[in-house]
C-alpha cells in the first residue's frame, strides 16, 4: 500500500541522510534537501513481475524532483537502495545526482548467510545498511546456535556466543531496512556445534 511505501522510505532514507542534514519527511511528497521532492507511485499492473522483471523500479531525478515508480514493496526498496548511492556533498549542500535508472532482479531471493558472534552487532549492521542494502539482497539467514538463550544457558559459547539482545537489535535493524530474516539452528546430522558446548555435560547427550 501507499503508506507502506512510506513507512520503507522513512526507515531506508533516514539514517543514511541525516548525517547529511537531509531532511525527509513523513508527508505523502517526501522532502529532500531545498526544492527536491521524492515522489513514490505504486504502479497497479505486474506485468514485469510475470516476466522475471522481480522488484523492478524506474528512478528519475531531474531539475523537477525524485520521481520512484515500483510495482512493490521490493521495487521501492530497491529504487530508495539506488537513491542513496546518488545523495552527495556539494559546496552548496546535500545534492542527488540526476540521473534515470530502470532496474530489476532477476532472482526473486538473494539472501547471504550471518553466524551471530560475539560483539559482531555493530558490524553486522553497518554491513546491513552499507554494503547488503545497497547491493539489494532482501533475504538475511541468521545462524544462532550460540545465542545466550534465557531458557538454555548451558549452549552459550563463551567465545563466539552473541548476547541474545544484541542478536535481536540485527534482526530489528534488518527488518527495518526491508530484509525477510530466517533464523538457522543446524540440528541433527549437523550439530556438532551442541557437541562442542556440551561436551563436559553428558547428562544433556543422553
Not at 20 to 44: D, E, F, K, S, Y
Not at 110 to 134: C, E, S, Y
Not at 196 to 201: C, D, G, S
Amino acid at each position: 500500500s501507499a503508506s507502506n511505501a512510506l513507512s520503507l522510505a522513512e526507515s531506508i532514507l533516514t539514517p543514511h541522510l541525516k548525517p547529511l542534514n537531509v531532511l525527509v519527511t513523513t508527508a505523502p511528497t517526501h522532502t529532500i534537501g531545498r526544492g527536491a521532492h521524492l515522489t513514490l507511485n505504486l504502479l497497479q499492473t505486474s506485468a514485469t513481475e510475470e516476466i522475471g522483471k522481480h522488484d523492478w523500479y524506474r528512478l528519475v531525478v531531474s531539475g523537477d524532483g525524485i520521481h520512484l515508480d515500483a510495482l512493490s514493496l521490493g521495487g521501492v526498496r530497491s529504487g530508495l537502495a539506488s537513491l542513496i548511492q546518488l545523495v552527495g556533498l556539494t559546496d552548496g549542500g546535500p545534492a542527488v545526482r540526476e540521473c534515470a535508472i530502470e532496474d530489476y532482479a532477476e532472482l526473486p531471493v538473494r539472501a547471504v548467510h550471518f553466524f551471530t558472534g560475539k560483539g559482531a552487532r555493530d558490524l553486522q549492521i553497518a554491513m546491513l545498511r552499507n554494503i547488503l542494502l545497497p547491493l539489494k539482497f532482501n533475504m538475511l539467514i541468521y545462524q544462532c546456535e550460540y545465542i545466550c538463550w534465557d531458557s538454555a544457558p548451558e549452549i552459550h559459547h563463551p567465545r563466539f556466543g552473541m548476547k541474545k539482545d544484541e542478536a535481536a537489535a540485527v534482526v530489528d535493524e534488518a527488518r527495518r531496512l526491508g530484509f525477510e530474516v530466517v533464523p538457522l539452528i543446524n540440528t541433527f546430522g549437523h550439530c556438532e556445534w551442541l557437541s562442542a558446548v556440551l561436551k563436559h555435560q553428558p547428562d544433556h547427550l543422553k
